[in-house]
């Protein structure tokens, strides 16, 4: 086979279809043992190793190969636990899709300890590609090992690592536009290491996938917008996918009997938007997709929002929710950026993310977005940043504050409808901000930091406990995983407890919530 494509085995597991999970692979395997992850990792099935299903960013290299001149019996995507199946003599190159090869992701940095353990995903990317440099010398073979990755920085700062691994090109950026040049140039010896694409494609130049993709995952818009400094994606223009191209991909999952959508954007109530000034939704957009994509499938769900977008538009969150019978058991969730609670810290990192809104008003905005996503049956998964540049020690207080205001006054307001979580990443400088020093969780704490960090994973547990059952309703893997689930959080809780008391900051110390209010909503 010519070109063989893979995703590293993270991003080829399905979890069990167990919520949040896919974050599974941040964790270190220093401390998550290797059984229990092999128990909650169930892989994506695949017909003679070839995958039924792949992950989005493999599917659209595909199309584009595809596009670009190379001919269909050329190009395979491949499990990656059978993937020596497909290489031969013949094979010009591997290509292996990866999310955060070395670790050095936000998330990942927080669980490992700032990169001192070993994350599975690093593991698991690095053992495919010794296998790969292997199997490629045992053979005496003279494919190109060709990683593509938005973490493309990753490799570069670990250069050392990536040549030992024996990776022979890199490329980042996106690619559909120019991919059959790169790969050609690969082949022909000219390429350098380091490929990165500082264009991108208009929508036209963006083929729809022509094989089922994992979740159903579907595109239908590109970049943000709303030019958040710490967040590479949001620094790209928007580009919006016209919904006959939506529903083409949609067919194709249908094709295989998916009969769910995932929704892709960085803002899903940016989609369509025409007010660029204040970012008020495009009400009837959104809808109106959702509308069509539901006519066909029976649950879609968006990946990304932002919370202000919902609070300014929550005919929105009630329409979907109609159109998903979403109820106490069946939720429709969306990851959102909390980042801080600092009206002056938001306004210089992501000065249009709490529009229509003021920075002002970021703390309202986030109580009273999450009323109105949880009164409609949406479950947000909120991100907090710890160590933003130019960050006080009393914004980390109020970052904590904010956390128990919004689960004491919701819980008040909602009772068993009030749900949220709240993740802490570490800062990584990328976007406007890469030129900034990365979070260190040794040298940079303070006590709003931990603060934060505790109150944060205090709730997570706390929802552990009270919302698993919401979101894993009719899923006989919940069985399996609710034990691990609530013993883990409060081992995390109980371990930043104790973390927290090393270094001087009593947690158990009363904090005063915040004098905020909840404003009723009402949609016409």
């Known amino acids: 086979m010519r070109i063989v494509l893979t995703s590293d085995p993270s991003l080829t597991s399905t979890f069990r279809n167990i919520p949040l999970l896919d974050f599974l692979p941040c964790a270190p395997v220093e401390t998550v043992p290797k059984f229990i992850y092999k128990l909650l ?14 992950p989005y960013a493999i599917r659209k290299v595909e199309a584009a190969l595809l596009k670009h001149g190379f001919k269909r019996e ?17 094979t010009t190159i591997v290509g292996v899709n990866t999310m955060d090869p070395y670790g050095l992701g936000p998330v990942t940095l927080m669980f490992t300890e700032g990169g001192r353990k070993t994350s599975y995903s690093k593991y698991l990317f690095t053992s495919l590609i010794k296998r790969l440099r292997d199997f490629r010398a045992k053979k005496g073979y003279n494919f190109k090992i060709v990683v593509g990755s938005q973490a493309g920085w990753q490799f570069e700062l670990k250069q050392d690592l990536t040549e030992k ?17 790169i790969f050609r140039d690969i082949e022909s010896g000219g390429a350098d290491m380091f490929i990165k694409i500082k264009t991108w494609p208009g929508v036209e130049d963006i083929p729809p996938v022509i094989n089922p993709t994992f979740k159903g995952m579907v595109e239908v818009m590109r970049g943000c917008g709303r030019g958040c400094r710490f967040c590479s994606p949001n620094l790209r223009s928007a580009r919006f996918y016209p919904i006959e191209k939506i529903l083409k991909e949609i067919d194709v999952n249908l094709s295989a009997g998916q009969r769910t959508a995932w929704l892709h954007s960085e803002d899903i109530f940016n989609y369509m938007v ?3 000034r204040n970012f008020y939704p495009n009400e009837d957009a959104v809808i ?9 499938v029976d649950f879609a769900n968006p990946t990304h929002g932002c919370v202000a977008g919902a609070l300014a538009a929550p005919r929105i969150l009630k329409r979907v929710a109609e159109l998903d019978r979403a109820n106490i058991n069946k939720w429709v969730g969306i990851q959102v950026g909390f980042e801080t609670a600092s009206p002056e810290l938001i306004k ?48 980390g207080i109020d970052t904590a504050r904010l956390i128990l205001t919004m689960e004491k006054k919701l819980y008040e307001k909602l009772g068993e409808k009030a749900h949220f979580t709240v993740t802490p990443l570490g800062f990584v400088p990328m976007g ?29 547990a706390w929802e552990v406990d009270h919302g698993l059952k919401r979101v894993t309703k009719g899923n006989p893997n919940f069985l ?41 909503i009402e949609v016409k």
């Open 274 to 276: 025409e007010d660029r």
């Open 432 to 460: 406007g901000l890469k030129g900034n020093e990365f979070f260190d969780i040794d040298q940079h704490l303070t006590k709003g930091r931990i603060l934060h960090i505790y109150h944060a994973w205090r709730h997570l």
């Open 165 to 181: 691994l024996g990776i022979d090109h890199v490329i980042w950026g996106e690619t559909e536009h120019v991919i059959g040049d």
């Open 74 to 90: 050329e190009v395979v995507v491949a499990h990656p636990k059978k993937i020596e199946k497909f290489i031969d003599e013949k």
């Open 288 to 296: 109106d997709l959702f509308e069509k994509v539901l006519s066909k």
């Open 41 to 54: 990792d169930s892989q994506l099935p695949d017909k003679d190793g070839v995958l039924i299903q792949a």
């Open 480 to 520: 399996i995983f609710a034990p691990l689930a609530k013993f883990g959080s409060r081992m995390i809780v109980q371990s930043i407890r104790k973390w927290a008391i090393r270094n001087g900051v009593d947690v158990d110390k009363p904090l005063e919530p915040m004098d905020i209010k909840i404003e009723e």
């Open 348 to 395: 210089r990192i992501a000065n249009n993310k709490m529009k229509p809104f003021s920075p002002e008003e970021w703390p309202w905005v986030l109580l009273n977005g999450t009323y109105a996503f949880n009164k409609f049956y949406w479950f947000p998964a909120y991100t907090t940043i710890v160590g933003l540049p130019w960050e006080t020690d009393e914004d």
